[in-house]
């Protein structure tokens, strides 16, 4: 499996983990501000995404847990600070939780990896696409099954990641059946967690539990701001990293 990367900058290691369906160019401008501020700063495509390679099977989230640690490894990285966004952010709280000893610091911004209150809606709606997939291979309805598909995620399930999930869906639904509630405890890392309080994906009372549930963690909430806090006000979230680092 080839991992695209980009590195920028000297000093303490940044290791940035974008979220579902972005690349290492989703935090670029967060990837600049942070170099710029003393920081070596590693922005990672991970497989599936950007230039690094697609997955010939369905991954699980250990997959991407255990192609993070074989590039630090070969990178020989070490103590690095784990930055993820969303998906990214998940990544990283279960990397923390295999590899305990290996991050220096966790960086979570509106990051996913709770079981989600509306979990039994999203579940009663994974059934229904099933039924509407069996039904629209019959040869008479294939050719707007693309079009009732889309319709479907986008206004009934309110999930666009399925409508542009592709060739990594069935990934996209090991990943969101995955979910770390009991394991957070394990966590030993330092963690700071950056939340937008207008997040409607990953909404603030997720970064409260996240907050009350991994025992060495603060939280930083950012008002006015949606779950791509970090593409949007790149330069307030380097500024908050910055003085968490500086500071601890």
Partial sequence: ???????KG???????????????????????RL????????????????????????????DYVNYL??????LNIYKPILAGHSFGGKVAMAFAIKHRNVPGRLILIDSSGLNPRNDSKKGFFLV????????????????IRPLVRKIFYKFVVRENDYVDAGELEATLRNIVGEHLDDKLPLIKTDTLL?????????????????ARRIKNSRLEV?????????????????KIIYTYLKNN
């Avoid at 710029?36 to 697609?54: A, H, N, R, T, Y």
């Avoid at 950012?222 to 380097?238: R, S």
């Fill in 35 to 62: 170099a710029e501020m003393g920081f070596q700063v590693f922005c990672v495509d991970l497989p599936g995404f950007g230039e690094s390679s697609k997955p010939d099977r369905p991954l699980v989230l250990d």
């Fill in 128 to 143: 229904v696409s099933k039924i509407f997939g069996s039904i629209f291979k019959l040869p008479g309805f294939k050719p």
């Fill in 69 to 74: 640690y074989e590039l630090i490894e070969k």
């Fill in 1 to 7: 499996m080839r991992i695209n990367y980009t590195v």
């Fill in 222 to 238: 950012v008002a006015g701001a949606k779950h791509a806090l970090p593409l949007d006000e790149p330069d307030l979230v380097a």
């Fill in 194 to 210: 950056i939340w937008g309080d207008n997040d409607t994906y990953t909404p603030l009372w997720q970064g409260e539990e996240l």
């Fill in 10 to 32: 000297d000093g303490p290691t940044i290791i940035l983990l974008h979220g579902w369906g972005g690349s290492s160019k989703s935090l670029l401008n967060l990837q600049m």
